[in-house]
């Protein structure tokens, strides 16, 4: 099976910030990587699909880089509302559609 | 309103039976994979299981094999997942998922609960 790594686990920063978040998968998933934005209480919400392309009504300031086996999230200016935690995903094989671990961004 | 809709968590013994449905609405449910989701308590997400829209094809994550069955009613724009001889790691939230593109997930029901114990 294909693992998929996060990094960091967990993430402090404060509004205004530029963040981003790294995914490494255990070989190359081409670019089937997919990102998830999980608030507490809350199903995962779609953020980025394919590595790079931004999901309908999410904003811009989310961005998905990476092919292969390296893949980044950045959030450019960080709001409130977007502290979260966030899983990457690869949907290269069927199955299993692996997660990666989470990644805790707090204030 | 494209939602989907989770029934039928709840408490249940070591050994026993659940079986959970996901009401789909909004959107032609009879063209699209669903997958199943769970997520214990303070862990990350899990992939469960996967079923394809026209019935035909059915994956399922190691650790439920042979306990749990994904099936859909396209007629009912339902999907279930049945899940026998639970066990403690079997408590989770359990999450139904709508295939989207390339296998993202792009709408997820609110979830339901699974605990089991004696």
């Known amino acids: 099976d294909i693992q998929m790594t996060q990094s960091p686990s967990s993430l402090s920063a404060s509004v205004g910030d530029r963040v981003t978040i790294t995914c490494r998968a255990s070989?190359?998933?081409?670019?089937?990587l997919n990102w998830y934005q999980q608030k507490p209480g809350k199903a995962p919400k779609l953020l980025i699909y394919?590595?790079?392309n931004l999901q309908s009504g999410v904003p811009y300031r989310f961005s998905g880089s990476g092919a292969g086996t390296d893949f980044t999230l950045t959030i450019s200016i960080l709001q409130p509302e977007d502290f979260a935690t966030y899983y990457c995903?690869?949907?290269?094989?069927?199955?299993?559609?692996?997660f990666g671990q989470g990644t805790k961004l707090e204030i | 309103q494209v939602q989907l809709v989770e029934s039928g968590g709840g408490v249940v013994q070591p050994g026993r039976s659940l079986r959970l449905s996901c009401a789909a609405s909004?959107?032609?449910?009879?063209?699209?994979?669903m997958h199943w989701v769970r997520q214990a308590p303070g862990k990350g997400l899990e992939w469960v299981a996967f079923?394809?829209?026209?019935?035909?094809?059915?994956f399922y994550t190691d650790s439920v094999k042979g306990r749990f069955t994904t099936s859909r009613d396209n007629s009912k724009n339902t999907l279930y997942l049945q899940m026998n001889s639970l066990r403690a790691e079997d408590t989770a939230v359990y999450y139904c998922?709508?295939?989207?593109?390339?296998?993202?997930?792009?709408?997820w029901g609110q979830g339901t609960m699974v605990t089991v114990s004696s």
């Open positions: 998922a709508k295939e989207w593109g390339d296998m993202a997930f792009d709408i």
């Open positions: 909004g959107f032609t449910f009879s063209s699209y994979a």
């Open positions: 079923m394809s829209y026209d019935l035909t094809t059915k």
């Open positions: 070989q190359s998933i081409s670019r089937y």
């Open positions: 394919g590595a790079s």
């Open positions: 995903q690869q949907s290269y094989s069927n199955p299993p559609h692996t």
